[in-house]
């Protein structure tokens, strides 16, 4: 069992940064391959960035390509999203998850194992 907690989301102007962190409890923290997925109102959730298990392979939605950095910490069991540039249309729910299973980066949200309770992302214009 693993246990998801986002931190680090707030409300910021058009232009500025943040630095979301998940903090994976429970063991194996480099099994897992980590992606970040957020929703805003209205929308369905979507893929933002997804990292293999070794930090190796990483993926990002054409939306925040050039905008946002994913990165791990497997000793301290944490994946990172720093977001850059923001727009309004970042403005979402943001939300990591933790997939066990084969692939190295893992686009389908039905694939992951465990999810986080979400943290919300406000980028004012």
């Known amino acids: 069992q693993v246990q998801l907690v986002e931190s680090g989301g707030g409300v910021v102007q058009a232009g500025g940064s943040l630095r979301l962190s998940c903090a994976a409890s429970?063991?194996?923290?480099?099994?897992?391959?980590m992606g970040w997925f957020r929703q805003a109102p209205g929308k369905v959730r979507e893929l933002v960035s997804a990292?293999?298990?070794?930090?190796?392979?990483?993926y990002y939605a054409d939306s925040v390509k050039g905008r946002f950095t994913i990165s791990r910490d497997n000793a301290k069991s944490t994946v990172y999203l720093q977001m850059n540039s923001l727009k309004p249309e970042d403005t979402a729910v943001y939300y990591c998850?933790?997939?066990?299973?084969?692939?190295?980066?893992?686009?389908?949200?039905?694939?992951?194992?465990?999810w986080g309770q979400g943290t919300q992302v406000t980028v004012s214009s």
């Open positions: 429970g063991s194996a923290f480099s099994m897992y391959a």
């Open positions: 990292i293999s298990r070794s930090g190796n392979s990483i």
């Open positions: 998850a933790a997939d066990l299973g084969v692939g190295t980066i893992v686009k389908n949200a039905l694939e992951y194992d465990y």
